[in-house]
């Protein structure tokens, strides 16, 4: 006989196993019942990591960033760690550079779908009519 596997959306789960044995016979005379047997049943879901929004936007004189945030396309079973690089870059030589480099670990707790990135210093510099900066930042 058949018996069912629940396929849920869960991601970075353990391995499930089972393990299938012979119990009884009938008759029972002249009748060996052999080893049992284990089934594993693997994750196959696939968590993607992303930003909240493909673009921010902050002004010098907000200081530092906030509400940043990193989303999972479905709950994980487990602790996902990921680190977030990235910052001014190369900017044209008349840029002045108010942002800081950014390199922080986020972690997501099991059951978790979305935790905000740490926040990131901003400078406030007295240059006016400059050019906007650009910051980018990836996993």
Known sequence: PNFGITDDTTALETNEIYQLSFSSSS????????????ITI??????????????????????????????????????????????????????????????SPVMFQAGDVSVPLPNFGITDDTTALETNEIVSIEF
Do not use: K, R
């Open 27 to 38: 008759p029972s005379q002249d009748v060996t019942l052999g080893a049992p047997t284990e």
């Open 42 to 103: 693997t994750d196959d879901d696939v968590v993607t990591v992303s930003f909240g929004s493909l673009t921010y936007s902050f002004s010098e004189g907000a200081g530092q960033s906030s509400g940043i945030n990193i989303s999972l396309s479905t709950s994980i079973a487990q602790a996902l760690n990921v680190t977030i690089t990235g910052g001014p870059g190369a900017q044209p030589s008349t840029v002045v550079i108010s942002g800081s480099d950014v390199d």
